[in-house]
Nanobody, 118 residues
Framework: QVQLVESGGGMVQPGGSLTLSCAAP????????MGWYRQTPGKQREWVAG???????NIADSVKGRFTISRDNAKNTVYLQMNSLKPEDAAVYYCNGLRSSPPYTNYWGQGTQVTVSS
C-alpha cells in the first residue's frame, strides 16, 4: 500500500506560520501531481493547493497570498508553507498524489492536524 507521510502539523496562534511536509515513494512522486486538501468536522474535504510534476502551482482563492505549495523532486517531498494563519484555517490537512498517467490513481496521506487558536 502506497503511503504518503505527512508531518509539520500542530498548534499555532492566529497570524502564525506552519510548514507541512509530505514524503512519497519516488515511484509515485515522480509521476504524480501533488496537492493538499483540508477537512473540518461535518464538512467536505476542500482542495487547498496543487503542484504539477514540472512545478506549476495552483492555490485556492481562500488561501491565496498566504499559502505556498512547492515540491522538491530530489527529496520526493511536497511542502505547504502556511503564513498569516487564521482560525478558519484550522483543519486536518491531507496530502494527495494524483498519478498523471493511467490509471490516474489517487493517493492519500493519513492527515495532520492544524489548530489555530490563541
Amino acid at each position: 500500500q502506497v503511503q504518503l507521510v505527512e508531518s509539520g502539523g500542530g498548534m499555532v496562534q492566529p497570524g502564525g506560520s506552519l510548514t507541512l511536509s509530505c514524503a512519497a515513494p519516488r515511484s509515485i512522486f515522480s509521476i504524480s501531481r501533488m496537492g493538499w486538501y483540508r477537512q473540518t468536522p461535518g464538512k467536505q474535504r476542500e482542495w487547498v493547493a496543487g503542484v504539477t510534476i514540472s512545478g506549476m502551482a495552483n492555490i485556492a482563492d481562500s488561501v491565496k497570498g498566504r499559502f505556498t505549495i512547492s515540491r522538491d523532486n530530489a527529496k520526493n517531498t511536497v511542502y505547504l508553507q502556511m503564513n498569516s494563519l487564521k482560525p478558519e484555517d484550522a483543519a486536518v490537512y491531507y496530502c494527495n498524489g494524483l498519478r498523471s498517467s493511467p490509471p490516474y490513481t489517487n493517493y492519500w496521506g493519513q492527515g495532520t492536524q492544524v489548530t489555530v487558536s490563541s
